[in-house]
């Protein structure tokens, strides 16, 4: 078994309320910033432990639907359930975030930063080290513990900030366009990575990006935003299937390609 | 005598590789303060000259060899006793408006509507003229060295505070609202985010601060004092000993020197992270 089948991780996966089968629901949600409107009327719904992407131009206000889900925001009209929580304090409890840059914290090692949120939780720093260790190796990690994070490559140090939002233990992960800074060659390989990281551990997963392949890759479901004020202009059942595939198999499928192009065509 | 054995050895030893490192370093000091060290030289002699050519004489303007002389004489009976006091005035006064500072950040910085309301008050505290505050504190405090270190702390003060709460405000909503989704609460995200995001700021308020501690001891042994090296320029003046007054002057410069190298060794200690080039 995988270290991602055991211990903390596995912990994380156990729900506040295991009848609750509803992941992210977001109904009706409005939500303004003074005179400008970032969000009007966004429903959508995903299961618990499946996956969505949300994708649509810049300032589409995908980041604002972000940090609603996460409870960081609240909508000014709407209902934005995470897992039978609408309270924004109960949602920030479930969910764990991983920001656009990987903020890193360049005073802490790879290892100190990974185990920022079991700090955070009050465990001591000699056990989370300890939990956190055996992390590293699985993702391609190893020996690079007790490096700082300038010394990291920028796949490496989006690997540490997505092990750090992991060991957060939180059943929801979203991440904000995870691999938005990385070069074109990194970034794919990290999205086959993640495709297999995630792939190990049920979670409930959001996933912002402006890249649509990116998101149909990684998710069942597409929601593709319009432009402020932003309203769900599609969704697709994206679901590809990727056991034993690579990414350039599944990327290069008819299917796939045909769904790019719903996806492209609706953003316009 | 023997200084000169290991060098020739050296050249043809393994140990030559062991000596690269060295001679990079030597490389980088000269990079970093060669110049510097050329133009201040290059100043002093041109000093020299200007006065020596010109003939003017000691009382109004001393040469650079002529402050070198009083150095010497006046080092153990008058300077050297005088450095020690006003050293001590400088120490403590600046480790006083050090601690008093980073905690008066972090206090206006944890409670918004404090730092609301004192903020300003602060920032006018600062017109305030210590020059004009310096006499009345030896009124209140006395002469000893109460007075002293007040006046310090009071001019290294203020760019602490100042720089500690603008490094505290400058950290990223992006990390608080990442921490916030990774349970933090209020203090953890102090202790691990913003404390040490404003560890850089921190010190460079307090190297700031270092420059003017050694003004803050002369205000204060001007407004009343019977030692330190602001007293002994005091003393100096009326008997026209103006070369002694440049060798306090020269102490003095020293002391402020040695405490910015100190600050700038500490954050190199405590903030690795951030190393700078220059290191003064």
């Not at chain 1, 233990?169 to 794919?188: H, M, N, Q, W, Y």
């Not at chain 2, 190297?207 to 042994?221: C, Q, S």
């Not at chain 2, 009343?224 to 007293?231: H, M, P």
Request: glycine letters at 8%.
């Amino acid at each position: 078994m995988s270290p991602l089948g055991q211990g903390a991780i596995q912990g994380a996966a156990t729900a506040p309320n295991p009848e609750e089968s509803v992941g992210i629901s977001v109904r009706s949600v409005r939500r303004t910033f003074g005179e400008v409107v970032a969000l009007d009327g966004v429903t959508f719904e995903i299961e618990r432990h499946s996956r969505i992407g949300i994708v649509g131009p810049s300032g589409g206000g995908k980041s604002t639907l972000l940090q609603l889900v996460a409870g960081l925001l609240e909508p000014d009209a709407g209902v934005v359930n995470v897992e039978g929580a609408t309270d924004a304090k109960d949602r920030l409890a479930r969910c764990a975030m991983m920001p656009q840059r990987d903020l890193l914290l360049p005073w802490r090692t790879a290892l100190d930063n990974a185990i920022i949120a079991m700090q955070n939780r009050g465990i001591p720093r000699v056990e989370a080290r300890a939990t956190t260790r055996p992390f590293f190796e699985h993702f391609g990690l190893a020996e690079f513990e007790d490096v700082r994070p300038a010394q990291l490559s920028g796949g490496m140090r989006q690997r540490v900030s997505f092990l750090r939002t992991l060991m957060a233990d939180k059943d929801v992960l979203l991440l904000d366009e995870p691999f938005g800074a990385l070069d074109s060659i990194t970034r794919a390989q990290m999205q086959e990575w993640l495709l297999r990281a995630l792939g190990d551990v049920p979670r409930t997963v959001l996933l912002v990006t402006h890249d649509v392949e990116e998101a149909l890759l990684l998710s069942a479901t597409v929601v593709v935003l319009s432009a402020r004020p932003g309203r769900v202009i599609k969704v697709l059942e994206a679901n590809p299937e990727t056991t034993g595939k690579s990414r350039r198999e599944i990327v290069t499928s008819p299917e796939f390609v045909a769904l790019k192009e719903q996806a492209l065509e609706a953003i316009g | 005598m023997s200084s000169q054995a290991p060098v020739e050895p050296a050249t043809q030893d393994p140990s030559v590789a062991a000596s690269a490192p060295t001679t990079g370093r030597l490389k980088r000091y000269w990079h970093l303060y060669g110049l510097a060290a050329l133009f201040t030289l290059a100043l002093i002699l041109l000093w020299e000259v200007i006065v020596r050519g010109f003939d003017v004489p000691e009382y109004l303007f001393p040469a650079p060899s002529q402050v070198a002389v009083a150095l010497r004489d006046d080092w153990s009976t008058i300077l050297a006793p005088a450095m020690w006091v006003s050293l001590r005035e400088v120490v403590i006064g600046f480790a006083i408006a050090a601690v008093a500072g980073v905690g008066l950040a972090i206090v206006l910085h944890m409670f918004g509507p404090l730092r609301r309301a004192v903020y300003p008050l602060l920032i006018g505290s600062q017109t305030i003229p210590i020059v004009v505050l310096a006499p009345i504190l030896v009124i209140v405090l006395g002469y000893g060295i109460m007075p002293k270190l007040v006046i310090v702390a009071l001019i290294c003060f203020f760019p602490i505070v100042v720089n500690g709460l603008d490094g505290l405000r400058s950290v990223d909503d992006d990390f608080i609202h990442m921490m916030k989704t990774l349970d933090a609460n209020r203090w953890a995200i102090f202790k691990r985010i913003e404390f040490p995001g404003a560890l850089p700021s921190i010190f460079s308020g307090m190297r700031i601060a270092a420059t003017f501690a050694a003004i803050g001891a002369v205000f204060g042994e001007w407004a009343g004092a019977s030692a330190g090296l602001g007293y002994v320029m005091l003393q100096a003046t009326p008997n026209l000993q103006t070369a002694r007054i440049f060798a306090a002057i020269v102490i003095l410069t020293l002391i402020a020197l040695a405490l910015f190298a100190l600050v700038s060794l500490l954050e190199r200690i405590f903030v690795p992270w951030a190393a700078r080039g220059d290191a003064m």
